[in-house]
């Protein structure tokens, strides 16, 4: 294995990591929820709840966040343009829409139907699902630009011509004294 392919591997691993970090600290709030029905005897009324939609939202949230993250981080994408919105458009109708649904449906119910126990479990694995998508996307993308910005680093001698362009610094705008904030 060589030292990039190992560099790569520990980098995918540690990002996995991360990724399912801020899946357990998301669903953290909604374990001791859980746990507190469980010792009162009522754990499945927590699947009659909206707590669960609400998880799913907030993940659906992060992804949508992540997607965009990586869309607007590579200028260069072509193709994946179309790729990345179609994931965003996927999560808000898979996921956010049918989730913000059943939050307000079931708050604004004084009897929720039983197929709400099995929706709501299904809604929280698709956003977890996408939420993993999306940060394995936008890490690729922001990989890809450090590598680029890595070569672009390299002095270039007149003998080898650049192998990449290099990327346009940002134009901001530049803050004056008289400005207020």
């Known amino acids: 294995m060589t030292d990039k392919q190992y560099h790569r591997e520990r980098h995918s691993l540690s990002m996995m990591y991360g990724t399912y970090a801020d ?4 669903l953290f709030p909604f374990l001791v929820i859980i746990m507190q029905r469980l010792w009162d005897g009522r754990l499945y009324e927590t699947l009659l709840r ?3 939609s609400i998880a799913a939202a907030i993940l659906a949230g992060l992804a949508i966040g992540k997607f965009v993250l990586g869309l607007v981080s590579n200028r260069d994408l072509g193709a994946f343009k179309e790729r990345i919105v179609f994931f965003i458009a996927l ?7 049918p989730a913000m649904i059943l939050i307000l449906s079931i708050i604004g119910s004084v009897e929720v139907p039983g197929f709400v126990a ?6 929280l694995i698709l956003a977890i699902a996408l939420y ?5 996307i936008s890490n690729i993308l922001i990989r890809g630009d450090s590598e680029v910005s890595d070569v672009a680093d ?10 990449r362009p290099r990327p346009e610094p940002l134009d901001l705008p530049r803050r004056t004294g008289n400005e207020s904030l």
């Open 132 to 136: 993993s998508t999306a940060v394995g």
């Open 91 to 97: 999560t808000l109708f898979v996921v956010l829409g």
């Open 154 to 163: 390299e002095p270039i001698s007149e003998d080898q011509p650049a192998s």
């Open 118 to 123: 099995f929706i709501q479990p299904i809604l």
């Open 23 to 26: 899946v357990l600290f998301v």
């Open 50 to 52: 909206p707590d669960l």
